[in-house]
T-cell receptor
Framework: KAGVTQTPRYLIKTRGQQVTLSCSPI?????VSWYQQTPGQGLQFLFE???????NKGNFPGRFSGRQFSNSRSEMNVSTLELGDSALYLC?????????????FGSGTQLSVL | QKEVEQNSGPLSVPEGAIASLNCTYS??????FFWYRQYSGKSPELIMS??SNGDKEDGRFTAQLNKASQYVSLLIRDSQPSDSATYLC?????????????WGLGTSLAVNP
């Protein structure tokens, strides 16, 4: 099985722009979670989608949004980029959204905001 | 106080020794606990999960959970240089089965040949 695929791998944007990141989960997985990882804050949960519905949301401003399509692929959008949004954005998929299910992470998208 | 706390390290151990990694959490209702390993420049991968008090062993890895004291630990026996990585503790804060993972900042482990 192919793993979790995230595109693009690297992105450079300037303040005020918006960006869309894409995540294709493992075939058959219906849950997709998004995380922001920075050296100072570690892994922080953004949101989770299951069968096209947002199930949970972390403590991020409304500039961060996401969606999931019927084929379980997910996109994350960040509008009005700020310098502090520079981070590694990781997507993880699992078959379901139960607490004990293993998360499979993609390689991430490294976003740099200048 | 952070919800999930880990010593940042670096924890340095010689090859063949036991590495002990600790994690404390603040919410008593937490039911599910996970250890992920992240190599530099790579994404996290699950190595252990534990849900009940006591020890759980998987090869060279042992996870220990003490809910009364609100800590979970990971022991790595016969440490190898390939174990050098950052180890992330994740705790599911929901009392039920729905997922709401909170992550520690990770402990950096260096195994010296």
């Amino acid at each position: 099985k192919a793993g979790v695929t995230q595109t693009p791998r690297y992105l450079i944007k300037t303040r005020g722009q918006q960006v869309t990141l894409s995540c294709s989960p493992i075939s058959g997985h219906r849950s997709v979670s998004w995380y922001q990882q920075t050296p100072g804050q570690g892994l922080q949960f953004l949101f989770e989608y299951f069968s096209e519905t947002q199930r949970n949301k972390g403590n991020f401003p409304g500039r961060f949004s996401g969606r999931q399509f019927s084929n379980s692929r997910s996109e994350m959008n960040v509008s009005t980029l700020e310098l502090g949004d520079s981070a590694l954005y990781l997507c993880a998929s699992s078959f379901g959204d139960r607490a004990n299910e293993k998360l499979f992470f993609g390689s991430g998208t490294q976003l740099s905001v200048l | 106080q952070k919800e999930v706390e880990q010593n940042s390290g670096p924890l340095s151990v010689p090859e063949g020794a036991i590495a002990s990694l600790n994690c404390t959490y603040s919410d008593r209702v937490s039911q599910s606990f996970f250890w992920y390993r992240q190599y530099s420049g790579k994404s996290p991968e699950l190595i252990m999960s534990i849900y009940s008090n006591g020890d759980k062993e998987d090869g060279r890895f042992t996870a220990q959970l003490n809910k009364a004291s609100q800590y979970v630990s990971l022991l790595i026996r016969d440490s190898q240089p390939s174990d050098s990585a950052t180890y992330l503790c994740a705790v599911n804060l929901n009392a039920g089965n729905n997922r709401k993972l909170i992550w520690g900042l990770g402990t950096s482990l260096a195994v010296n040949p």
